[in-house]
C-alpha cells in the first residue's frame, strides 16, 4: 500500500519565531509536500488537526517539531498510522548559534532555517519511504518457563513466576532443591536491629515450590542441548552426570564443514548433532532462566598461604561445611583472610565482594557461638557490608572476642599468620588454630558451557568476551539479560549477592522471562527497543554467503539452513540492525528502517556548492547514548555547529557503509559516528556495535584514501549519555576539521 503523506511543522518552544517560514514551505516544496502549522502540535487542537487528516485517507504523517525521545504517546495514532519525527527543535533552534559581531541576527535565523529545511526533508522522505512493520508471529508459542537450578535463585524465580499464572519446570542436577543454601548454619539478618543471625529459610522456600501446582521439579537432571528461539525453545534433558547424544557441539562453520568432509581437518563434534538439527523429543519452553549459581574460586595460587599444602588452612565454604556439622567445639581461634596479600597487597581474592566480608562476619560469629573463650581474627583490605547489614558490621565490632584490622598478609607457617602494614603500625604474628581464606564466588558461566546452546555462534556464554565469566548481555542498563535472547540469569551466575539480592534478582529474572514470552506472542522486541514489531528481512536471492550477519549479530539471532544461507529467528532479534550494517550486498533492512531510507534522507540534504564556509557534514547518532545527549545539549542553550546534521539511527553497528559513500558521492563534506564507548568502563546498549562501526570506519578510511579523500573526513567518537556538556564540542572540533581540510573535491559531480 503506498503511503499517503501529510507534514506539519510545529511553531511552538520557540521554532516559529527562529525560522523563515518562507524558507521552509520552500524545502517542503522540494520533496513535494505541503506544510500545515500549529502553535502546538502536542496539544488537543494539533493533534486533531492530524487525526482529521488521517481520518480523511492520510496513513503516514511527517511531524517536524521535537525530538522523538519526547511525545510518543502524544503522536501516536494506531497501528495502521506510520509517524514519522524530524527533530527541528532540538535539532536546529535550541542549538542554534546566537548573534554576535561576526553573525547578526538575519545570518543566524539564515542558517537556521537552512538546518530546519534539512530536517524537514529528511522527515518527508523517511515517510515516504516507511512501510509499516508488520509483526513477526510464532505459528505456535509456548508459554511456559524453564528454570535451571533449584538454589534460592532458581526457587524464587520459580515461584514468582507462578505466582503470576505461568507454569514453571526446576530442574536441578543434584538429588534435592535447595542448592548451597542446605549447607548453611546460619543465614544474614533481614530484620532490624540487623544484629542477629537467623535460622536459614530455605526449608520453608523448598516447601512452598514442592506444594505449587504451576511448577514442576525434576531432580538428578542437567540441560543436554537448548535450541530454538523466544517462545519456541527446544530443550532436551538427560539424567545429571550422563552423555547424551544431543550435547551441543562447539562452533563449525559450514565452511569448516566442507573441510571435514574433504578429510582436510579433524571434526570436533564426532558423534555429537551438528546445530541445526532439533531433538524431536524435545520440550517446549517459551523461556529459561539460568539460576545456575557458583563455585568456590580456587585459592591454591598463592602458596604463601598454604591452602592445600597446610591441614591448618580451608576456604569459607569449607568453614561453613565445618560449622554445619557442628565441628568448632575444639578450635579456639581462627584467622579469618580476606586478601592474599603479596605483592599486590591491596587486591582481594578473585570474585570476593561484600558477600565474601560479611560470611567472615557471619562465620566469626559461628565461632563465637560455639565456643564462649575463642578469639576470632579478621585481617581485611576491604570491608563491605551494604545497606542495613553495616548495623550487622557494628554489632560484631562490639564482640571483645573479634578483632578487626587492616593488613597484608605475607604467609602462613602451620598455625601462625604474618601480617604487616596493619592499623596498628607493627607486624603480627597470630597463632591460630585454623586459617579460613575468603573465596570467592565464581560463576558457574566462567568455567563451562553451562547452558548448551545449539546456536551458529557457540554452544555457551565463553565465546562472548564476558566481564569475569558473567553472563550479563549489558552490565549497566539491562540487568538479568544475556546475550541470548529469552534466556536470562539471575544470582550467583549473575553478580556475587546475598540471599537478600538474591531473591530480588530472581523476582526479576521472572519478570523478564516472562516478558519476553510475552513480547514474542505480540511479536515486539524486549529491551532496549521494547515493543518494537519491525524485525529484519532478507532478500536472500542476492545472498553470497559470506556470513559476516551471522557472525556479527551480538545475540545469535541467525543461524545458517543448510547450504551455509542465513537462517533467521526473529524472537531472538533485539532489532539492532547490526546484520544490516554488516551485509555488503545491502539485502538486509527494516520496513522502517533500511539502506535505502537512510541513504534517501542522506541525498535529501541539501548541499552548497560554491560556497566554501557552507560545507555540509553528516553525524549518524546513535538512539541511545548520542541523541539523548544532543537533546539535552540544546535544552541547556548549547550550540552544535549548523553545518552539521544529524540523523538517528539504531546502533553505530546498523550503519553500512554504503551510507558513508553516499554521503560523500552526492557532496557532503565529512561523516561522523557518533555512539556508545565500548571497553570495561563502558558498553554499548547492543554489546558491540560501537566496536564494530570503529572496524567498518577504519576499512572505509582505506578506500578513501585510494580515491584521494583524506581518511579524516570520516571518524567515529564515543559519547555517553551523560555528555551533553562534551558533546557539542565533539561535533564542533570535528566540523573545523573538515573546514580546515575544505570542500569534497566530489562536490557537484
Not at 696 to 721: H, K, Q, Y
Amino acid at each position: 500500500m503506498s503511503n499517503t503523506i501529510a507534514t506539519y511543522l510545529c511553531t511552538g518552544c520557540g521554532i516559529g519565531d527562529a525560522l523563515d517560514m518562507d524558507a521552509m514551505n520552500e524545502a517542503a516544496g522540494e520533496v513535494s509536500a505541503e506544510i500545515k502549522t500549529s502553535e502546538a502540535l502536542c496539544q488537543a487542537a494539533g493533534r486533531e488537526m492530524i487525526q482529521a487528516d488521517i481520518d480523511g485517507g492520510v496513513n503516514s504523517v511527517a511531524i517536524c517539531a521535537c525530538s522523538i525521545r519526547v511525545m510518543q504517546q502524544e503522536f501516536n495514532f494506531g497501528d495502521t498510522v506510520s509517524v514519522s519525527r524530524g527533530n527541528i527543535r532540538e535539532g536546529a533552534v535550541w542549538c542554534a548559534e546566537k548573534p554576535s559581531e561576526s553573525r547578526d541576527e538575519a545570518t543566524c535565523k539564515e542558517f537556521t532555517s537552512m538546518a530546519a529545511g534539512d530536517i524537514l526533508r529528511m522527515c518527508v522522505t523517511q515517510a515516504q519511504k516507511t512501510a509499516l512493520p508488520e509483526p513477526f508471529q510464532l505459528e505456535t508459542i509456548n508459554m511456559e518457563i524453564l528454570v535451571m537450578g533449584g538454589g534460592i535463585a532458581g526457587l524464587t524465580a520459580a515461584t514468582e513466576a507462578a505466582k503470576a499464572g505461568y507454569s514453571v519446570t526446576i530442574i536441578e542436577k543434584a538429588d534435592k532443591l535447595g542448592g548451597k543454601a542446605l549447607g548453611w548454619t546460619k543465614q544474614f539478618p533481614t530484620k532490624a536491629p540487623y544484629q542477629d543471625l537467623e535460622e536459614p529459610t530455605i526449608g520453608a522456600m523448598i516447601a512452598e515450590v514442592e506444594a505449587d501446582t504451576n511448577i514442576t521439579v525434576k531432580t538428578s537432571t542437567e540441560v543436554a542441548r537448548i535450541g530454538g528461539a523466544p517462545g519456541d525453545f527446544d530443550v532436551t534433558l538427560k539424567a545429571a552426570g550422563e552423555t547424551s547424544e544431543w550435547t551441543a557441539p562447539v562452533k563449525v562453520g559450514v565452511d569448516d564443514q566442507d573441510r571435514i568432509e574433504k578429510g582436510d581437518m579433524d571434526d570436533p563434534n564426532v558423534g555429537l548433532k551438528p546445530y541445526g538439527e532439533v531433538n524431536p523429543d524435545a520440550q517446549k519452553f517459551g523461556s529459561v532462566i539460568l539460576a545456575t549459581g557458583w563455585v568456590p574460586a580456587d585459592v591454591s595460587e598463592y602458596t604463601h598461604l598454604g591452602y592445600g599444602a597446610n591441614d591448618k588452612v580451608v576456604t569459607n565454604a569449607e568453614f561453613e561445611k565445618m560449622a554445619k556439622e557442628g565441628k568448632l567445639g575444639g578450635v579456639n581461634s581462627v584467622a579469618f583472610v580476606m586478601s592474599p596479600g603479596g605483592e599486590e597487597h591491596d587486591q582481594d581474592f578473585p570474585y570476593a565482594n561484600s558477600v565474601t566480608s560479611m560470611v567472615a562476619l557471619k562465620q566469626a560469629k559461628y565461632l563465637r557461638e560455639a565456643n564462649a573463650d575463642s578469639k576470632a581474627y579478621i585481617l581485611y583490605q576491604h570491608m563491605r557490608t551494604p545497606g542495613h547489614l553495616e548495623l550487622f558490621y557494628k554489632g560484631v565490632q562490639q564482640d571483645d572476642g573479634i578483632f578487626f584490622t587492616k593488613a597484608t598478609v605475607t604467609g602462613v607457617e602451620d598455625g601462625t599468620v604474618h601480617a604487616k602494614d596493619t592499623l596498628l603500625g607493627e607486624d603480627l604474628d597470630i597463632d591460630v588454630d585454623l586459617v579460613v581464606l575468603a573465596a570467592g564466588m565464581r560463576p558457574t558461566t566462567a568455567d563451562e558451557p553451562t547452558i548448551n546452546m545449539a546456536y551458529r555462534q557457540g554452544n555457551g556464554f565463553l565465546d562472548l568476551d564476558l566481564f569475569d565469566g558473567y553472563a550479563d548481555s549489558h552490565f549497566i542498563c539491562f540487568p538479568y539479560e544475556t546475550r541470548r535472547t529469552g534466556i536470562y540469569t539471575c544470582g550467583g551466575v549473575r553478580k556475587a549477592m546475598n540471599m537478600e539480592e538474591t531473591v530480588d534478582d530472581a523476582t526479576g529474572a521472572a519478570l523478564k522471562a516472562i516478558q519476553a514470552m510475552v513480547s514474542a506472542d505480540r511479536g515486539v522486541a524486549v529491551h532496549p527497543r521494547s515493543g518494537d514489531a519491525s524485525y529484519p528481512e532478507f532478500f536472500m536471492q542476492r545472498c553470497t554467503q559470506c556470513k559476516r550477519c551471522t557472525e556479527e549479530c551480538p545475540f545469535g539471532a541467525l543461524d545458517d539452513d543448510a547450504k551455509g544461507t542465513p537462517l533467521p529467528n526473529p524472537t531472538r532479534c533485539r532489532r539492532c540492525g547490526t546484520c544490516m550494517g554488516a551485509c555488503p550486498e545491502r539485502i538486509i533492512g527494516f520496513k522502517d528502517y533500511n539502506i535505502d531510507l537512510i541513504g534517501s534522507m542522506i541525498k535529501a540534504i541539501e548541499v552548497p556548492e560554491d560556497e566554501d564556509d557552507q560545507l555540509r557534514i553528516l553525524v549518524l547518532a546513535c538512539e541511545n547514548d548520542a541523541v539523548p545527549a544532543l537533546d539535552m545539549a540544546a535544552a541547556r542553550g548549547h550550540y552544535i555547529n549548523n553545518l552539521a546534521r544529524v540523523i538517528p539511527v539504531r546502533c553505530l553497528g546498523s550503519v553500512n557503509m554504503a551510507w558513508i559513500k553516499d554521503a560523500l558521492s552526492v557532496g557532503l563534506d565529512g561523516a561522523l559516528l557518533l555512539g556508545c564507548a565500548h571497553g570495561d568502563d563502558y558498553q554499548c546498549h547492543f554489546v558491540k556495535g560501537s566496536e564494530i562501526a570503529d572496524k567498518r570506519m577504519e576499512n572505509i578510511g582505506d578506500t578513501l584514501s585510494t580515491l584521494g579523500l583524506e581518511p579524516e573526513r570520516c571518524g567515529t567518537r564515543s559519547v555517553a549519555i551523560t555528555d551533553y556538556n562534551k558533546i557539542p564540542d565533539v561535533i564542533n572540533e570535528f566540523v573545523e576539521e573538515i573546514l580546515e581540510m575544505g570542500p569534497n573535491p566530489f562536490k557537484g559531480f
